[in-house]
């Protein structure tokens, strides 16, 4: 079955429902879980890298505390988001899995790696950095700029946010944005709430002003480090320092593309996640 047609589930995480999704493509194996950006549903996952990751893995995404569906407040920072994905994981008595983190998501993987190593197998790191990194304009001016071109110009944000302006990238947005639409509008997750995001925007601001990343020395878990090569969001330096500042890592940019280069170059990306999660 389609990331697009699996039903939504709740499970109960210390009295808080936590929404989530699965493609289970091959049981028994090690999970792989999926933690999504700032702003993101469980809707916002491209079904293209669902579906091709399920290919050969049990699938999991949700919706942490507060966004979306599940209950409860968005804390404000990312350790207390690692702690809430945390017991996510251990209230679906899950031992071992895999982790993909993009964005946000890839921060909030980096605290859990870092706090709870007895979870994680290995860790994907999609268009992130790590605490203190190099970064640009803010991620609420980045974003209130993003909406402001977009609503000119008659685009959905992502189309600025994700992908670079050539015409290459932009029809990359257009496939992107139209897998997004292929669930059925009766089982669609609830948009985040205008208090999720600013909760999101707090955490990622203490993210980029945190003193030093000195704790990835700690990671031994073998690390996939992506992104595009024009990330307007979380400048793509930053995925070079990750990969630098990891003790096992490997690292992959794509071509023509920005922050969501996982969305526009979805074939590779799937191909390279596989065989590095099968190595």
């Given at each position: ?100 983190g ?28 790590p605490?203190g ?16 071109q ?118 590779l ?5 596989l ?5």
């Amino acid at each position: 079955m389609s990331y697009k047609d699996v039903p939504t589930k709740t499970v109960d995480v210390d009295g808080v429902p936590f929404t989530y999704r699965q493609v289970v493509g091959a049981e028994g194996d090690v999970p792989l879980v999926l933690l999504h950006h700032l702003t993101a549903v469980l809707d916002d996952w491209d079904p293209a890298v669902v579906d091709g990751l399920a290919s050969e893995r049990h699938v999991i995404t949700f919706d942490n505390r507060g966004v979306g569906g599940s209950g409860g407040m968005t804390p404000d920072s990312v350790e207390a988001m690692a702690d809430d994905a945390v017991a996510f994981l251990e209230a679906l008595g899950l031992g071992t899995v895999d982790l993909l983190g993009f964005s946000l998501g890839g921060m909030v993987a980096q605290v859990v790696a870092q706090q709870r190593p007895d979870l994680v197998r290995r860790l994907i790191l999609a268009g992130t950095g790590p605490a203190g990194g190099k970064g640009g304009a803010s991620g609420a001016e980045v974003l209130q700029s993003a909406i402001q071109q977009a609503s000119a110009e008659g685009r959905h944000p992502k189309h600025i946010l994700f992908f670079s302006p050539t015409p290459t990238s932009q029809a990359a947005a257009d496939a992107f944005l139209g897998r997004l639409d292929g669930r059925t509008q009766l089982d669609r997750d609830t948009p985040v709430s205008n208090e999720t995001i600013g909760a999101q925007l707090t955490a990622l601001a203490k993210w980029e002003q945190g003193t030093s990343p000195a704790g990835l020395a700690t990671v031994a878990q073998p690390v996939l480090v992506v992104n595009g090569d024009e990330d307007i969001i979380l400048p793509t330096i930053n995925s070079f320092e990750l990969a630098q500042l990891l003790p096992n890592a490997q690292l992959s940019i794509y071509p023509d593309s920005g922050h969501g280069g996982i969305f526009q170059h979805h074939t590779l990306f799937v191909q390279q996640t596989l065989g590095f999660l099968r190595d």
